[in-house]
């Protein structure tokens, strides 16, 4: 609404420029001046040539209403994932406390978007897009988590496995065998 009244003071304001004549004077030194009044008796009003209007373009929307409408209209993407390593109910046995995670996910990520490893409730690592070791694996069940996280902090997508590490103990010892 100030918006509305501030553009037809300033049309009305215009129309009332244009309107006016404008005068040229000349002084002792040859300083130039315009004004809508005359200095001296002997100013004349200038003649001015048409000005060239050029029609405008119809303003776009506005920046700030049209990511609204966006995020309203689109649907939220369901993100598939796949372990590629560990693979489900799989079993490792003697790696030294290691093993390689990899994921597979469609579609493919937005920037500012990334992929979280969750080895047993803990943050482990971030999946890059490559195989990503992890270490300190010990023995018995293990629940492997990805979770896509989002600029915001949001979580978009999780998909856990669930695999076994086997090791064997030192505990347990080997008889050693004789030649005889």
Not at 51 to 65: D, E
Request: glycine share 6%; charged share 25%.
């Amino acid at each position: 609404m100030k918006r509305r009244l501030l553009s037809v003071l300033l049309c009305l304001f215009s129309f009332s420029l244009v309107a006016a004549p404008v005068y040229k004077h000349v002084d002792a030194q040859g300083n130039v001046t315009y004004s809508d009044k005359p200095a001296h008796d002997e100013d004349q009003p200038v003649e001015l040539k048409p000005v060239s209007v050029i029609p405008g373009r119809k303003p776009a929307q506005s920046l700030k209403k049209q990511p609204v409408q966006e995020a309203a209209e689109q649907k939220p993407v369901r993100y598939r994932l796949e372990w590629l390593q560990p693979q489900q109910e799989q079993t490792f046995r003697n790696t030294g406390g290691q093993i390689q995670a990899d994921l597979k996910i469609e579609p493919g990520l937005p920037r500012g978007t990334r992929v979280e490893l969750w080895l047993d409730g803990k943050k482990k690592a971030e999946w890059k897009g490559a195989p990503v070791t992890l270490s300190e694996v010990w023995r018995g069940q293990h629940s492997l988590e990805a979770r896509v996280i989002d600029a915001n902090g949001k979580t978009l997508a999780r998909s856990s496995v669930t695999f076994f590490m086997h090791q064997a103990s030192l505990l347990i010892s080997t008889p050693i065998q004789n030649g005889g």
